[in-house]
């Protein structure tokens, strides 16, 4: 019996793995950005971040987000 890469089998086979690869892959972003900002918040320790952006400083809400999204970057990167 001769290997067809164009199979059901095959395909299904490449399915399921690229949706097991894309679970590792939100599971590493999720773990890596909330590490990221767990570590964030304790070196800063002279400013309460979560109670200024619900206050509606920009500048922190900003802050934030260039953390989590230069996080993002690095885990794509690994992953």
Same mark, same amino acid.
Do not use: C
């Given at each position: 019996?001769?290997?067809d890469?164009?199979?059901?089998q +095959?395909v %299904? +086979?490449?399915? %399921?793995r690229? $949706?097991?690869? +894309? #679970? #590792?892959?939100? &599971?590493g972003?999720s $773990?890596? $950005?909330?590490?990221a &900002? !767990? #570590?964030?918040d304790?070196?800063?320790?002279d $400013?309460e971040?979560?109670?200024e ?7 922190v809400?900003?802050?934030?987000v260039?953390l989590i999204?230069s996080?993002a970057?690095l885990?794509h !990167?690994v %992953?």
């Amino acid at each position: 019996m001769d290997f067809d890469p164009f199979g059901w089998q +095959s395909v %299904l +086979s490449t399915y %399921l793995r690229a $949706i097991g690869w +894309s #679970v #590792v892959a939100a &599971l590493g972003f999720s $773990i890596g $950005i909330g590490l990221a &900002l !767990k #570590v964030f918040d304790m070196m800063s320790t002279d $400013i309460e971040e979560w109670e200024e952006i619900k206050n509606g400083n920009m500048g922190v809400a900003l802050i934030f987000v260039t953390l989590i999204a230069s996080v993002a970057f690095l885990i794509h !990167k690994v %992953l």
